[in-house]
């Protein structure tokens, strides 16, 4: 099932960026939770395009209606829940070129190889960052949940352009001047109880590679790491192993957290600790070289249409809504 | 199924560092292909211990057993293939201490939070780097079915303790002659023919995700990253974008490849690139702080028995493993 | 996944008898593939109540709307197909009692003991044979696919309230003037070019294994066979075993078919034949003993609403469907 | 996984009839559990050839060698166990005519069919009623389990050839003297305390569904039904409404259990009951039509080799096996 994720819950986005609707479709969600829709909106809305000067101006309401999933109280039931998006402000025409001349950096090209010209491109299809929308939904009700439990979870952008802290909101508006676009790196942070330490599964049900594989589908990312991660790969272990200290309450904890509270892909108690890589969104206003695949031959495009600078801005809740549909799903094992 | 992965094929591995053995099973591999047992052999000795003085001193034969899978001309049947090899150099009682103190960097802690006194921790028990032999039997069959398909991988140390090229070695013998470890990233190459452009699924199951989700599974990785992964996040698209063009033949190819051949999750024909960063060897000869589990109180530990200086120098052939294993997978689903 | 089935394509179903919606969303459908709504909607009409005077008499449009999976020109592109039924004659008044005095035969009981007072208990809630809808949905998809392959699927009713022929009808028809309703045997027989033999998994994937893992979770099944099935059980084997022969043109068949063309779960060029046992509809409008949960005590119950007569004769369509969605799984399985 | 089931837990089977091992891993085995390797023996030895008149002579010592999974203690230690059991009394001679000649009511047919000439036709291969043992491997341990649950077990054959009670013994002793074999019918019934009313999920993943899937999965079923089965389809909805009765101690109860212990895929309370129907051993010693393969024309077969008169009568532990092992996945889901 390849637009799915989760071992016990199962998260399955459907969706193209200008068809009917976007959604999630979740099974074995935990029974017996209020959703609090306002909360969910303005989680949602940290998401949606055309919040500020740093991103599309794409227009979309993005409000979630729920088809299933939700007993009359508005409280999770045991039945998968299924809940959309309908899809309004659609320009199909802008996207008419690029079924023959492939936007570097999108994937109208692989999508074509696959599908052949069956694919839906229009706005990047079911590849589009349109469908972390509906990962959106699943993630905010997720948090919410978590939340009930203790567990916090919250993402920042902290590199965009090779540039850090204030500057680098520079660097996006010096980039979207000149129509180009720069990549970023979100850091998420997971705190929980003491009793959710000894959190995941040996192997490859593991923490880090839960998480890797939902953050890898999200778009435009390239990288992940956890802890010192890269960096690790710079250090001895005499300085890379986190020591262990208990204190006067008998707390077992770590005196350094290069691990990013990940032994052997579970949780040692404390905080998790990873960062994305984003590459900066290959929709850019400049004219760039690509192919006709009709004519065969070398071509030239120049994208219209909306899009952000800075893709890695508008995914830092995608991000947090990605760590906690991967927390509550992890909690949710036996 | 945590110690699992695969879509179509399913590999399954298990054992227990210091247990009668340790083994894979692997369920759905392609029928009526003949293994080259020396190529196979020659494979895993890549990985064994005891290969030079970069390399901890166990001694394994590491002779795998064949199982299941097989028909009388050794040639794969359709059954699940089983294969074992049995663990005789095991020394119990090096680590009757890390039951009570566990070692920094290791699952010790981990395993004893999820699993109590049950856990098996004998040198790492389940989650030992001993258990990416199994892997490297499921990768060195699968790299033979790959060649057949004239898909090739290759994979090499590129950086250790921070240092590159000629360098990086002594940088390993030095921690080595302190006792202690360094940690290093290797990068994998696979070059595929152009009718293996347009491998993958969308979204979760896609190439990136797929390898991320194994890749992380194996014990000592903090990173991955493909095509100019985080180096990506300091470009601008204008830079990091690679433009199409068409050659002569009618192939299409890009000008560069900072996706590392992969779009939308999906290959593009151009190599497939990635780099895994492997954080030092935690097992070091040199006295550590850790806490004794049953007395509560800080304690400290010194690790005796045999140790990497540089696990990523033993990992390249397991990189290979699971790039193969999860390309082979790739090629299986309909 | 619980509400989900197939091995490479995955068809999951959702929604409530009285919610918002009910829905299927399918992944990994075969891509390049034109929908005929109109006939579509002829097979959804088979399965749709109100029908005849032997059928319940609730009256939904049942029109599937489709949310995601298709490209400008109704053709499948590959991304995830979600389609969706909007509920509109609902009811819930007329379920009010049943929260508290669960319906003999029915999954009010079960229900409330797995999800307590948050359970959905409307019309079945996601127990509801109306959930059979959107299988259609998906199994009319198939039937359409697979006809263009030459795979033909035909379900018929062969008994009712033990009767057969002309009689059954008559069954049922006086079951239904005293208030009450009778329980029946499907038969379906599947056709497939000589191509497809050699079709299904070893084991626990078999065509047999995924047939009953599928029909069991057809609300009122109480027992599937294949072939001569429970009567097998009382034959000699060289009564039961079908000989083989090959006829002028080198085709291989069998003298006789107890198998029901599948030997070790795998197709043998024979056509498939099973049969379903539908118990009677458990809502009847006679009283029953009942209890009632909050005061703990014995109590009665007199279901009001619509109900069939029965079951088995609506859901003809249903185990279509299911034999289309598993036959065309298989079929996409490398 | 074609030879894999669970949802939680996941059980693999491994082996062909005549290789060199047969085996079982399980994944996410309950943690801390003490194996009885007595009680296992005994239970395995109800399974094991050759233990009566009228089961066959092949002798198979059948002692399972654990590889992995348990501690020094032989307690689960929450790796992945696997036990293997060696093949000896392996006569491949006998089965050379099978692989141009296949035996009518075997796979050997369609495993041509799907595997072409690389399958292993040996004893059946991996279809081989042999590879029951390393099921009834993870079933004798999972009864145990369930043991400390108070979930009891036990099932026995309550037809063979259309005879019942002492009678069917006759009949398959008749049937024995004549190289001729029959079919026969299993009964299982499961008890358990109150606490686990309210087990299995909805839709696809319901009890009946996960036993339904793993029952068609044991070589030579043909049938499975719960409760009154294809008998209830004979019924009116009156009679087969099983009324709810609360009795002093508030333990609610149904009158009768026509739907054996299962509304909706989950458990009510009462015992869990299920008949699995077994079609007559296909090996017979009576001369068979089949054809032959490489000259493509009729021919004749006589089956040599042992075999069972009623393979029924060695599947009661089997069927045992799959009960316990599916009831234990499903008290392992949260």
């Given amino acids: 099932m390849s637009s799915s994720f989760g071992i016990n819950i199962k998260y399955s986005i459907f969706g193209q960026s200008h068809g009917n609707a976007i959604g999630v479709l979740i099974d074995k969600f935990p029974v017996g939770e209020q959703i609090d829709f306002e909360e969910l909106n303005k989680f949602l809305s940290r998401r949606k395009p055309g919040q500020s000067d740093l991103t599309t101006k794409r227009n979309e309401a993005d409000e979630p209606i729920f088809l299933s999933g939700l007993n009359e109280q508005n409280i999770t039931c045991g039945a998968p829940l299924c809940a959309m998006i ?56 997720a948090l919410q949940i978590l939340k009930r ?16 802290d204030a500057l680098m909101f520079q660097t996006i508006r010096d980039a979207a001047a000149k129509g180009d676009s720069v990549g970023g790196v979100v850091e998420c942070v997971i705190d929980y109880p003491e009793k959710f330490a000894g959190l995941g599964e040996p192997m490859f049900d593991n923490l880090e590679s839960q998480l890797a594989k939902v953050l890898f589908g999200v778009p435009a990312v390239k990288g992940v790491e956890f802890g010192a991660g890269f960096g690790a790969a710079k250090l001895r272990g005499s300085q890379n192993n986190d020591e262990f200290r208990i204190d006067d309450n008998g707390k077992i904890h ?73 927390m509550l799903d992890l909690i949710s094992i036996s």
């Fill in 149 to 164: 439990r203790e567990i916090f979870i919250s993402a920042k952008l902290i590199e965009a352009g090779g540039a850090k």
């Fill in 254 to 326: 770590t005196l350094t957290n290069n691990s990013g509270g990940i032994l052997g892909g579970i949780t040692n108690g404390m905080p998790i600790i990873f960062r994305t890589a984003f590459k900066p969104t290959p929709s850019i206003s400049i004219p760039q070289k690509t192919v006709s695949l009709s004519e065969k031959k070398d071509a030239e495009i120049l994208i219209h249409g909306r899009h952000d600078p800075c893709v890695a801005l508008r995914a830092i809740p995608v991000i947090e809504a990605v760590a906690a549909c991967v």
């Fill in 86 to 141: 309908k899809n309004h402000d659609t320009r199909s025409q802008d996207y008419a070129n690029i079924y023959d001349t492939p936007r570097p950096g999108h994937a109208d090209y692989t999508a074509w190889l696959k599908y052949k010209g069956h694919a839906d491109l229009r706005g990047g299809g079911h590849f589009s960052g349109r469908l972390t929308a509906p990962l959106c939904i699943a993630g905010g009700i």
